[in-house]
T-cell receptor, first 116, second 113 residues
Framework: DQQVKQNSPSLSVQEGRISILNCDYT??????FLWYKKYPAEGPTFLIS?????DKNEDGRFTVFLNKSAKHLSLHIVPSQPGDSAVYFC???????????????FGSGTQLTVLP | KAGVTQTPRYLIKTRGQQVTLSCSPI?????VSWYQQTPGQGLQFLFE???????NKGNFPGRFSGRQFSNSRSEMNVSTLELGDSALYLC????????????FGPGTRLTVL
């Protein structure tokens, strides 16, 4: 049972427009969420994160929104650039208990293609 | 500062063999996590090591094991390889176990024939 779901395996957007990548989760105990970007033949690169006490976090062209009641988060990229073409993974983190390690649970990824 | 390095980058094995993958974390990072990435499955957590101790383990069979050395370098071993073990194995490091941001290496692409 996937606890973190990215239901769109791919997304195409025109350069300069907004890209919106979506992610849903089922475990209400997740308290930290991250987005990673992955180019072919490279490991994922951390992009942006958000704590469950917030509903929005912004970093340049990237904004992550969290809707805890809907167990949904989204990543907005504005404006989209061809270099943003990559696979985007959302991840959720669960703090099991004091002194215990956090564990990241990843979605299956969304391939974003930004068309020039 | 050098990033996370993984060796080898590519590996071809046959069913029944065993394999050892290596990961060197970012200098100063003491926590190392391993993930398996297969098409359509995203990244699945294998285990995490800190101070040479396994602190957390994902839902994988006992054929998957690992260890961490005193210099924080980590190895992952898979015994009795199966075709389904073909995947990209990613290592990630962080300063401490409770640091949420993990930095990934480029991965080792394992193909089992």
């Amino acid at each position: 049972d996937q606890q973190v779901k990215q239901n769109s395996p791919s997304l195409s957007v025109q350069e300069g427009r907004i890209s919106i990548l979506n992610c849903d989760y089922t475990n209400s105990m997740f308290d930290y969420f991250l987005w990673y970007k992955k180019y072919p033949a490279e490991g994922p690169t951390f992009l942006i994160s958000i704590s469950s006490i917030k509903d929005k976090n912004e970093d340049g062209r990237f904004t992550v929104f969290l809707n805890k009641s809907a167990k949904h988060l989204s990543l907005h990229i504005v404006p989209s650039q061809p270099g943003d073409s990559a696979v985007y993974f959302c991840a959720a983190s669960l703090d099991f208990s004091s002194g215990s390690a956090r564990q990241l649970t990843f979605g299956s990824g969304t391939q974003l293609t930004v068309l020039p | 500062k050098a990033g996370v390095t993984q060796t080898p980058r590519y590996l071809i094995k046959t069913r029944g063999q065993q394999v050892t993958l290596s990961c060197s974390p970012i200098s100063g990072h003491r926590s190392v996590s391993w993930y398996q990435q297969t098409p359509g499955q995203g990244l699945q957590f294998l285990f995490e090591y800190f101070s040479e101790t396994q602190r957390n383990k994902g839902n994988f069979p006992g054929r998957f094991s690992g260890r961490q050395f005193s210099n924080s370098r980590s190895e992952m071993n898979v015994s009795t390889l199966e075709l389904g073990d073909s995947a990209l194995y990613l290592c990630a490091s962080s300063l401490l176990p409770n640091t949420d941001t993990q930095y990934f290496g480029p991965g080792t692409r394992l193909t089992v024939l």
